[in-house]
């Protein structure tokens, strides 16, 4: 079965510094891998993707993502935290031969000033 | 860019009320979905449509159903809401041969 984790509720960060949002997923295929971000009241925006090739995905509003497929996980990062990136993330997997998509309990970031 | 729209931001219902959803899509994908998203649990598919008139049972179909009779429109139904249906509504959009859905903003159902 499918499945994944994200095995921290909330992620506290000061701005200017490092972050990891951590995914972990288990599927049956070769999986695709999906990051989305969820503003107050609003629906999810696509962040990035990890289909195939480089291990190393970037995405939108300068967040990165790396595939590890020994360690089944695709933590998401971004080099220097800003106040605006304060929100709900979701991890997302489903594997090649199915369109529906598993998803995460989701991870909320918060970047103090 | 791809517009997917909802046509309720808020709704409120009460128990045994026939409710429905709509979502538009103006891309013309192939697929669409219906998540309830819930604190703690993330998104679970409820329904998906890989065309028009076709749909396929997601992970909590129960006390729901749909209806796809145009290709841009998805409608999700409530036969008879019961509280444990408070939720979050959201569809998603999805054109064959892409990875990534593309969500509507939501719907915030509350049923008293």
């Known amino acids: 079965a499918q499945s994944v984790a994200q095995p921290e509720d909330q992620v506290n960060v000061a701005e200017g510094n490092p972050l990891t949002v951590k995914c972990t997923y288990s599927v049956s295929g070769n999986p695709y891998l999906f990051w989305y971000v969820q503003y107050p009241n609003r629906g999810l925006q696509f962040l990035l993707k990890?289909?195939?090739?480089?291990?190393l995905v970037k995405g939108s509003y300068g967040f990165e993502a790396e595939f590890n497929k020994s360690q089944t996980s695709f933590h998401l990062k971004k080099p220097s935290a800003l106040v605006s990136d304060s929100a709900l993330y979701f991890c997302?997997?489903?594997?090649?031969?199915?369109?529906?998509?598993?998803f995460g309990s989701g991870t909320r970031l918060l970047v103090r000033p | 860019d791809v517009k997917v729209t909802q046509s309720s931001r808020y709704l409120v219902k009460r128990t045994g009320e026939k409710v429905f959803l709509e979502c538009v899509q103006d891309?013309?994908?192939?697929?669409m979905f219906w998540y309830r998203q819930d604190p703690g649990l993330g998104l679970r598919l409820i329904y998906f449509s890989y065309d028009v008139k076709m749909k396929e049972k997601g992970d909590i179909p129960e006390g729901y159903s749909v209806s796809r009779e145009k290709k841009e429109r998805f409608s999700l139904i409530l036969e008879s809401a019961s509280t444990n249906q408070t939720s979050m509504y959201l569809c998603?959009?999805?054109?064959?041969?892409?990875?990534?859905?593309?969500f509507g903003p939501g719907t915030r159902l509350t049923v008293t």
């Open positions: 990890y289909i195939t090739g480089d291990n």
């Open positions: 891309m013309d994908h192939e697929n």
């Open positions: 998603a959009s999805l054109r064959r041969g892409v990875a990534e859905q593309y």
């Open positions: 997302a997997v489903r594997d090649d031969s199915s369109y529906k998509l598993i």
